[in-house]
């Protein structure tokens, strides 16, 4: 896998963490998940046939995640935008400075292929970033997404990567997750009127 589709899948990345509207996040995950998936079916030629499920179970993903949580925006189409902790370009800049630390102090690589280690790591560190900084559970959980692709790319995208019964095991457990946060978005959402996390701090018992 070529490092041009590991630049794509970073910049889709951090465009989550900036954009405003959850259904340009969304939009931009589902592609970032998709251009993974039609990555990982270019190289499946030659490849083992756990390497194919693997790669159609990504394809499958890409498209839970563009139906089952475009279903749930729909269905919670927020009164007005939530306020967010930190500014866009702050959020960017966080992200990005925590993907390049996590790059400086990886191990030299021990499977051959530095570009998509380096944009592996950044990958899940820009998920777990997105999770962090923004507010809105389902932004949230659309960070979660985007590390998992990050998994995903060094699983596919390395000759001896990680096997592929472990990333379909990621995956399996990532469809669980996802269906979790969706149900959990919608109670908080009727509950609250808002996906805004910031209101689940006031909880007293």
Same mark, same amino acid.
């Given at each position: ?10 910049? &889709? ?21 998709? @251009?993974?998936?039609?990555?990982? @079916? ?13 790669? @159609?179970? &990504? &394809? ?6 563009? +139906? ?15 306020? #967010? ?56 959980? &659309? ?14 995208? @390395? !000759? ?17 997750? %996802?269906?979790? !946060?969706?149900? +959990?978005? #919608?109670? %908080? ?17």
């Amino acid at each position: 896998m070529n490092s041009a589709v590991g630049w794509v899948l970073l910049v &889709l990345g951090l465009a989550t963490v900036v954009v405003r509207r959850r259904s340009v996040a969304l939009t931009l995950v589902t592609a970032q998940s998709l @251009l993974l998936a039609a990555a990982a @079916l270019v190289h499946a030629p030659g490849r083992s046939a756990p390497f194919l499920a693997a790669a @159609l179970a &990504l &394809l499958a993903k890409a498209a839970v995640i563009g +139906f089952g949580l475009g279903w749930s925006l729909r269905r919670t189409r927020e009164a007005r935008p939530i306020a #967010e902790r930190y500014a866009a370009p702050t959020r960017g800049l966080l992200a990005a400075g925590c993907a390049i630390l996590a790059v400086a102090v990886l191990p030299v690589p021990t499977v051959g292929n530095l570009a998509v280690e380096r944009g592996a790591v950044a990958l899940v560190v820009i998920g777990l970033a997105t999770v962090v900084v923004r507010r809105a559970t389902l932004f949230q959980a &659309l960070g979660l997404l985007v590390a998992e692709n990050g998994v995903a790319f060094a699983a596919t995208g @390395l !000759a001896h990567g990680i096997p592929t019964v472990i990333d379909l095991g990621v995956l399996f457990d990532l469809f669980v997750v %996802i269906a979790t !946060a969706i149900a +959990f978005h #919608e109670q %908080i959402f009727r509950v609250f009127g808002t996906g805004d996390t910031r209101l689940l701090g006031e909880l007293r018992d």
